[in-house]
């Protein structure tokens, strides 16, 4: 069994090699074999140094985007190149700890999910402030309402996917609407998103938090419209099948 870590990375010199460290001493303990897919949206530090370094190292796919495309891009291109049994979204900064990643993987290799995300507010969250957490409470409410199941974190940067589901979905994110659309894309084809507790500490914008607050306004319009949309030929052949 092979776990993919899927991780969209820009400017992230100074935390980069801290996550690559903490996500390989999780990995060393558990049965999976572990995949790095590190995907950098063409940052102006030293990142790209860090990535030469890993791009020889066994089990490292080192990607760079020509341009800056921003992150939904940098994940739909680690996804493309992830052969994980299990693909899971590692963020490059230190906001969430890489020592929950079994937990939630565990349900999609036990067979008893295809979907489950790392819940923030299941969890501990500290530093967050007060209209982020708004933001995310109603978030969570419009995914409750518009596809008819309960989730408690939309905006997680930890989701974890069996490959199969990812395969038969069809992604055009560039920014952060990646949250928003893969959630509600999943949610229409009949999955059900599992949820566990995780730890979160939030960064500041002048640490180098990148999302802001027009970021919302998108991701209620990618739900609105992922919920009207059609499903296509290949959604929709997932879709008609019983869930496990």
Request: aromatic share 8%.
């Amino acid at each position: 069994m092979r776990l993919s870590v899927v991780i969209p990375i820009y400017n992230e010199q100074e935390l980069l090699p801290r996550v690559l460290d903490a996500v390989r001493a999780m990995a060393a303990s558990q049965p999976w074999e572990l995949e790095l897919v590190l995907v950098d949206d063409c940052s102006r530090d030293a990142t790209p140094r860090i990535l030469d370094a890993e791009r020889d190292r066994p089990g490292v796919i080192a990607l760079r985007h020509g341009v800056n495309r921003g992150k939904g891009a940098a994940i739909r291109t680690g996804l493309r190149e992830a052969t994980g049994d299990v693909i899971i979204v590692q963020d490059a900064d230190m906001e969430y700890d890489p020592n929950d990643i079994p937990e939630i993987v565990r349900p999609i290799f036990e067979g008893r999910s295809r979907v489950c995300y790392g819940s923030r507010f299941m969890g501990r969250v500290t530093g967050m402030r007060l209209p982020n957490r708004v933001a995310n409470w109603l978030l969570a409410w419009m995914v409750s309402l518009l596809y008819g199941q309960r989730v408690t974190d939309e905006a997680t940067a930890y989701k974890a996917f069996h490959r199969d589901v990812l395969r038969r979905i069809s992604l055009t994110c560039e920014r952060f609407e990646f949250c928003p659309e893969v959630t509600a894309k999943v949610l229409r084809l009949g999955e059900r998103i599992h949820e566990v507790p995780v730890t979160f500490f939030a960064r500041t914008f002048e640490e180098g938090k990148k999302i802001g607050w027009r970021d919302f306004f998108v991701a209620v319009r990618t739900l609105l419209r992922c919920r009207v949309g059609r499903i296509d030929a290949g959604e929709r052949a997932i879709a008609d099948r019983p869930s496990p």
